[in-house]
């Protein structure tokens, strides 16, 4: 009974109930990522840790009892008793709790907001990952149709019984440009299956990722017209640099509270008693540290000069966050309007395509051939090196205003 209430429980279990598609959604990937991501796992525990600590921050110190006993015989011989007790509460004076409260909410605060950096970091490298996965689907393609073309052409020189000298040239050099489009295509397909074995990582394993879809989609460029109103939203590294300024300040007063000592306050009950005499005493007793040597003067100075060092690092933070969204708004423009002019990569396939047997009837030259696929190849390169620099640029954008989110990314499709 026990085994079979076992089975039933695993097949139930989350792990083994899960469904995963031949063609894993773009969707799933994002909305997975954000929930099982490693780094965004490890990061939301440190958090959960540090509010834990709100405990500690706001602790009250407890009360401490103090009694004495002593007995033995007075004058005469008469036995006597003697007891002393005493409840000690400690006062933290200068509202070093309320203080302490303070910084650890800041703390928080800025923990809180280096998640969220965390998370637009995660999601520039999970789309910058997918947009590769685009290119190889691309480049694939363009290396399968030079592929086709030229096995057909070298499928004529194969069906002839006899070849020229220039001829059994003429097939080897086919030969050579269709052995290298095989051996990068085979480092393309060794990228993508890496590329994929990425996004099998960041959704927790969850799934076997074979193919995403979407790869074979147009991106949409923004407008430089939308990124530059981005500049309305804060830079994530500014609103960083401002919780750590504002916790510096914090543990500042906080250090400063603790120059006054606590306050220890106790009532005292003393009961004396011997063969004739019984007497109870009631008073209270203080005890506060004098602070002549100690003032907390190392923290003190430590503190302050840490919340010196965050403000000019706040106004560092400021200008270079500013100067860095300016250029990237530039470099962006620069790049987006060169490669929109760069519309040879299509046309070129449909031109080759369309040649038909051009070649065999004579139309057409082998080096122009050769040159040709050596040009296309060429020419996908470095446009796609192109695209990923714009695309890099695009995500720093929206990572440094943080305006990278699941809406954000399938808006580019």
Same mark, same amino acid.
């Given at each position: ?117 965390? #998370? ?10 997918? @947009? ?28 002839? #019984? ?36 990425? @996004? ?11 193919? $995403? ?44 509270? #603790? ?33 002549? @040597? ?34 990237? $708004? ?66 720093? $954008? ?14 580019? $499709?």
């Amino acid at each position: 009974m026990k085994n079979l209430l076992f089975i039933f429980l695993f097949i139930l279990s989350p792990s083994y109930a899960q469904e995963c598609s031949l063609e894993t959604t773009l969707s799933w990937i994002l909305e997975e990522a954000e929930v099982s991501h490693p780094r965004l796992l490890l990061q939301r525990l440190s958090l959960e840790k540090l509010k834990a600590s709100k405990i500690e921050a706001g602790k009250r110190i407890n009360p401490e009892l103090e009694h004495f006993s002593v007995w033995g015989k007075e004058f005469a011989g008469v036995q006597s008793y003697q007891n002393e007790s005493r409840l000690w509460f400690t006062f933290q004076l200068a509202s070093k709790r309320k203080k302490s409260l303070e910084a650890w909410s800041k703390e928080t605060d800025m923990a809180q907001q280096e998640e969220l950096m965390i #998370k637009q970091a995660l999601l520039k490298d999970l789309w910058l990952n997918f @947009f590769r996965m685009h290119q190889i689907y691309g480049e694939l393609k363009v290396k399968k149709v030079l592929m086709d073309r030229l096995e057909k052409i070298l499928a004529k020189y194969k069906q002839r #019984k006899f070849l020229t000298p220039d001829q059994t040239l003429e097939e080897r050099i086919f030969t050579m440009v269709v052995d290298n489009f095989s051996l990068s295509k085979a480092q393309l397909e060794r990228e993508r299956i890496e590329t994929l074995e990425f @996004f099998r990582e960041i959704t927790g394993f969850k799934c076997p990722i074979t193919k $995403i879809d979407l790869e074979q989609k147009k991106m949409k460029w923004p407008k430089a017209e939308q990124l530059k109103k981005l500049n309305s939203y804060e830079s994530l590294n500014v609103i960083l640099a401002e919780y750590e300024l504002e916790f510096s300040k914090a543990k500042f007063n906080l250090a400063e509270a #603790k120059r006054v000592p606590n306050l220890r306050l106790s009532p005292v009950v003393q009961n004396y008693m011997n063969d004739e005499v019984s007497n109870t005493m009631a008073g209270i007793s203080f005890v506060m540290p004098l602070p002549f @040597f100690d003032t907390n003067q190392t923290e003190r100075t430590q503190n302050l000069l840490q919340s010196n060092y965050a403000q000019k690092r706040l106004e560092i933070t400021k200008t270079r966050d500013e100067l860095f969204f300016e250029s990237k $708004i530039q470099k962006y423009i620069l790049a987006s309007s060169v490669l929109q002019e760069v519309d040879v990569i299509d046309e070129s396939v449909k031109k080759f395509t369309s040649l038909g047997d051009a070649f065999q009837e004579g139309k057409l030259s082998i080096s122009n051939i050769v040159e040709f696929c050596r040009q296309l190849d060429e020419i996908v390169h470095r446009y796609h090196s192109g695209e990923s620099v714009l695309m890099t640029d695009l995500m720093d $954008i929206l990572e440094q205003r943080g305006r990278l989110d699941r809406k954000t990314l399938e808006d580019l $499709i």
